[in-house]
């Protein structure tokens, strides 16, 4: 288990409000489907939490984490949309109801895994 979260951004930014905007452009998520690892530090959480209508993340073993770090460039992943779509409901719901976005837990390594 890892202390690190993987956040993925999931939406766009198009008609979002400029905090949101300043937000994910500090945490240098600026195009979909792109993945940076985020400290588990309580300011970073909340940077996470105010962006988690646009985001998705979790914990990740380290077998997936190391793939990330590998495909990293400048601090960010870019991947593929995930094969076989986010989820049921789409990008629009949170993960708990059946969409994409929020808090996943263990289940971020398959949607990692879809996104490679």
Do not use: S, Y
Not at 26 to 49: A, F, S
Not at 55 to 61: D, F, N, P, Q, S
């Amino acid at each position: 288990m890892t202390t690190e979260l993987v956040v993925v951004l999931v939406r766009g930014m198009v008609n979002t409000k400029p905090e949101v905007r300043e937000t994910l452009k500090r945490l240098r998520l600026q195009r979909k489907n792109n993945c940076i690892i985020v400290p588990h530090k309580p300011e970073r959480i909340g940077m996470v939490n105010a962006v988690k209508d646009f985001v998705t993340w979790g914990t990740v073993t380290p077998e997936v984490l190391e793939k990330i770090k590998k495909k990293m460039v400048n601090g960010v992943t870019p991947l593929q949309p995930p094969r076989k779509g986010f989820g049921r409901k789409g990008i629009k719901f949170q993960f708990n109801r059946g969409g994409a976005l929020g808090n996943r837990g263990e289940k971020m390594n398959d949607l990692l895994m879809r996104m490679m």
